[in-house]
């Protein structure tokens, strides 16, 4: 046995080896010959197709080889013809009849593997036809039986090897039938097999009950016909166009493409993933391929007009080239990682080697798998869209609750400036009608400053209390408290003791050695850079003789002695203005010519509450007030519209569709009318693409309803209407409601109550049956085949 070629004159669409497999015949549309096999090389016997003006008999789809008598052999044309050939004749026509049974492309033709005078042929017109040849004259002979599939298209029969009257048929839309010769009206059996078409069946030669199946979902499937199971699954890269099993094999399958790939694959349908053996050495699409009586040698026929002889041996393995490293990353970020090993590789056992070399076995050779996953704690991105979808609110409670619940949402899935944006939404529209900046903030807040007003209202006699003219008690709104602790308490022991000229009420000497500590250490860059720095009296603003504060300063100044003035020197009356003040924290480099105006409306500048009886000091920043000090400019409030409008299209531009249209929805005509509208509307399309892809429908469903585009809105009335066809007479139904029009009868009566269906009602794509959403339940919990009886087996998940 060895590597063989042989080169046509075409391309060859089939072949078909004899009985003895000493001769093949290899037929297409300009190619029909037989050839025999010797071990030197293919020898062509006979060329059928002689002559240029050769009719389109001699164009054949498939040829079949009688498996008793040689000397007969069937074609299918491609003019719906079954041809019968008689390849013993000296002359050089060799048919001997035509059959014109079929009236459209015949796709295949097989004899009876022990009744020699039994030919099945299916066509495109979705009928099988069988032939006898055991009549007298066989010119006159037509078909015997008809066997009617219901479908577009017969893509294969074969005759059951292992029952003498039962065949198998695939058809185009996907289903697998099985019949009976002496039964023709009806198929004994029927199931789903591929989500396509179904090219090609094989029945193994040794397990009765296995058949095999491949089509156009790139799949090849063996099926257990006493389950009606899929037994084992192979993928394939490209639609598979022809199967056939290895002899003495009982696992392995030849396959070859439709489309694309020009090998041919023996698969091992335990490792369906990989293939056990290829041959590569076809150069165009594969279209036959035939076991030569054992499991070593295989013959092919391509488009590239060659026809091959294969020795198992020359295959190549893909498994010895496989990666023993694979990585598989799923959407939820997580990793598999799996490693094999095959036995003594990179191990240091020994390896005992015999004097006679042992045959290599064709069987996997067995390895350690060690797979290890790596979980991702994280959420994908995936995840967090997903999750954010599903909890997001837009409607149906008040604007803070809808943002305290996103707010929430996103920040449980780590999206914690998003969060953020849902609290400041919440800040800024959240709150109620004619509530400003400043009263949100707390412009106007009780505490320390309302107990400083009562104080001074009610107790003039205290500390805030002065017999001088020019001095004025100011409490309120109106001051401003911004002022160190120490100093005030500087403020209130000078006042102690220059004024009354004694201690009583006042602090004691104890009390001074702790306010000069205080002083010393609470002299910063701080304070001096603030002004209120203790090496000078503090810059008064306006009227010096209306200043409430004067004295403060003046008894500041003139208890610690600075600029070089006598203390002792001062009386009540004095003016503040004898003492030059530094104008500046630093003394600057060059003069300052340009001076601002000092705001002189602004009357105080602090505010301190003093009690002399516990000599403490209570002071609250109360900076905001400025916002509504009476006599000053009123500032206008701000409502953070803008910004938010900035906000919506940056996180556009950074590719967050979902906060920007939730965002839409919830505040409505707040911001709506200060967006684009074409930009509204592209970033809605996006949205719902998005959720679409991860198939959230409700979600979608009430985005496209509350959008403000009409485009958005009318999109939830397209692919609402889903046709469907009669039960009965399959024909498509033209009214929106469950009458026929064409057989006068209701389709939509269930199956096992027969009554018409007023709800839910589900039916199968392969058979049309169908019923009651929880009948079709119940009955599909106990059987697998349709509950009409019509042999179905029907897919219900």
């Not at 053996?277 to 594969?286: E, G, M, Q, R, V």
Request: aromatic share 8%; hydrophobic share 35%.
């Amino acid at each position: 046995m060895r590597h063989m070629t042989l080169l046509q004159d075409g391309p060859i669409n089939t072949l078909a080896l004899n009985k003895e497999c000493n001769k093949v015949v290899v037929a297409g549309r300009n190619v029909f010959r037989v050839c025999e096999i010797e071990d030197t090389g293919f020898v062509e016997r006979d060329n059928i197709r002689t002559g240029k003006n050769s009719n389109l008999n001699f164009s054949c789809n498939d040829a079949s080889w009688n498996p008793v008598d040689e000397q007969w052999l069937a074609t299918a044309a491609t003019n719906g013809a079954v041809v019968l050939w008689n390849i013993h004749k000296s002359i050089k026509l060799k048919q001997e009849t035509v059959f014109y049974d079929h009236k459209r492309t015949v796709n295949k033709v097989t004899f009876h593997s022990q009744d020699p005078n039994l030919l099945l042929s299916g066509s495109q017109d979705g009928t099988i036809k069988c032939f006898d040849f055991r009549r007298q004259d066989i010119s006159k002979t037509t078909a015997v039986t008809t066997f009617v599939s219901n479908a577009e298209s017969v893509r294969d029969v074969q005759f059951n090897p292992h029952q003498q009257h039962g065949f198998a048929a695939v058809t185009e839309n996907g289903t697998v039938q099985l019949w009976d010769l002496r039964k023709h009206d009806k198929c004994n059996k029927q199931f789903t097999g591929h989500s396509g078409p179904i090219f090609t069946c094989d029945w193994h030669p040794e397990v009765r009950t296995w058949l095999a199946t491949a089509g156009r979902d790139r799949a090849v499937k063996v099926w257990d016909l006493s389950r009606s199971v899929p037994e084992y699954t192979v993928t394939t890269m490209a639609s598979v166009g022809r199967i056939k099993w290895r002899p003495q094999k009982t696992y392995h399958i030849a396959s070859c493409a439709l489309v694309i790939d020009s090998s041919i694959h023996v698969w091992d349908i335990r490792r369906p993933y990989i293939p056990h053996a290829s041959f590569n050495d076809h150069k165009d699409i594969t279209t036959g391929i035939a076991w030569k009586g054992g499991p070593d040698v295989l013959l092919s026929t391509s488009k590239d007009s060659y026809l091959i002889q294969h020795v198992f041996s020359d295959a190549e393995r893909p498994t010895e080239k496989a990666n023993p490293i694979c990585v598989a990353y799923n959407s939820k970020g997580s990793i598999t990682l799996a490693s094999a090993l095959h036995p003594g590789k990179g191990s240091k056992s020994k390896i005992s080697v015999s004097a006679r070399k042992s045959k290599e076995s064709e069987d996997f050779p067995s390895i350690r798998c060690s797979i290890y996953v790596f979980e991702n704690q994280r959420p994908t991105p995936a995840h967090i869209f997903e999750e954010c979808a599903r909890n997001y609110v837009v409607t149906g409670k008040s604007l803070s609750d809808i943002c305290e619940n996103n707010a929430a949402v996103a920040w449980n899935v780590g999206r914690h400036h998003t969060a953020t944006t849902w609290k400041m939404i919440k800040l800024l529209f959240g709150c109620s009608a004619g509530t400003g900046v400043g009263e949100a903030s707390g412009g106007n807040r009780p505490g320390i400053l309302a107990a400083s007003r009562e104080e001074s209202e009610t107790s003039p006699g205290d500390c805030g209390k002065d017999s001088r003219p020019g001095t004025r008690h100011q409490s309120g709104s109106n001051m401003v408290a911004n002022v160190d602790t120490s100093l005030v308490m500087v403020g209130i022991s000078n006042q102690a003791t220059n004024e009354r000229g004694d201690t009583s009420g006042g602090v004691s000497e104890e009390a001074e050695s702790e306010v000069e500590d205080i002083d010393s250490q609470e002299r910063t860059l701080s304070h001096i850079a603030s002004g209120f720095h203790f090496n000078s009296s503090d810059f008064l603003f306006g009227d010096v003789e209306t200043d409430p504060l004067r004295d403060f300063d003046v008894l500041n100044s003139s208890t610690f002695g600075l600029n070089g003035v006598d203390p002792a020197a001062l009386d009540g009356n004095q003016s503040a203005n004898a003492w030059p003040l530094p104008n500046e924290a630093f003394q600057p480099r060059h003069e300052i010519k340009d001076r601002s105006v000092p705001p002189e409306h602004f009357t105080s500048r602090r505010f301190a509450e003093t009690r002399i009886e516990t000599q403490t000091v209570e002071v609250e920043d109360q900076t905001s007030a400025l916002l509504c000090l009476p006599g000053t400019h009123v500032m206008s409030s701000w409502n953070g519209v803008s910004n938010v409008v900035e906000l919506l299209y940056h996180l556009a531009d950074e590719g967050d569709v979902q906060t920007v249209v939730t965002m839409i929805l919830v505040l409505g005509e707040r911001i709506i009318p200060l967006l684009n509208e074409n930009a509204i509307e592209h970033w809605f399309f996006s949205y719902l693409n998005s959720l679409s892809q991860f198939r959230l429908w409700n979600t979608a469903a009430l985005v496209s309803k509350m959008s403000p585009c009409g485009s958005i809105q009318r999109l939830s009335h397209r692919s609402t209407v889903y046709c469907t066809n009669c039960n009965l007479c399959r024909r498509s139904l033209q009214r929106s409601g469950w009458l026929c029009d064409a057989c006068k009868s209701i389709t939509n009566t269930c199956s096992l109550c027969h009554l018409v269906v007023r709800g839910l009602y589900v039916w199968c794509r392969g058979c049309s049956h169908g019923g009651h959403l929880v009948h079709i339940m119940e009955w599909f919990k106990k059987n697998e085949a349709c509950p009409t009886g019509c042999g179905h087996i029907c897919e219900y998940d």
